[in-house]
């Protein structure tokens, strides 16, 4: 099984990363604008529309306050398994840092979803610096 691991830092504070990426069915309009382009709840999952047009069903495991970790699967697409994490930690001067995992098969769409995981990383970046200006 293939496993891409994903860091960041940002300006705005754990609080405010953690408050955009725990909002599960914001992600086009709080966390990855562009990226995602729409977001649609359906009982304890959320349907996520990525700006190819391509829509993934992602089951929520763990959305944990305590631990400000994000926990999904996901069907659909190319992927026959994945399973994805996000967490929010302390970082540099007030900031925190994003980590994004992902484990999924089969192991040759490494290329397409570690270029995925980059473009989604950038946005995240630019949106949640962009936090910590307002």
């Known amino acids: 099984m293939a496993s891409i691991r994903k860091e960041i830092s940002v300006r705005a504070s754990v609080e405010q990363a953690w408050d955009a990426m725990r909002d599960i069915g914001a992600l086009h309009t709080r966390l990855v604008p562009g990226f995602i382009t729409d977001t649609q709840l359906d009982g304890d999952a959320r349907i996520v529309t990525f700006a190819n047009g391509s829509k993934v069903r992602e ?47 089969p192991d040759a769409a490494t290329p397409a979803v570690d270029e995925l995981m980059e473009h989604g990383m950038s946005v995240m970046q630019t949106t949640l610096n962009q936090l910590a200006i307002e």
Not at 63 to 76: E, P, Y
Not at 86 to 104: H, K, L, N, P
């Open 59 to 105: 089951r929520i495991v763990t959305n944990d306050d305590q631990v400000r970790r994000l926990v999904w699967t996901a069907t659909g697409g190319l992927l026959s398994h994945h399973n994805g994490a996000a967490q929010i930690e302390g970082g540099a001067d007030g900031g925190a840092r994003v980590i994004w995992t992902a484990d999924f098969l």
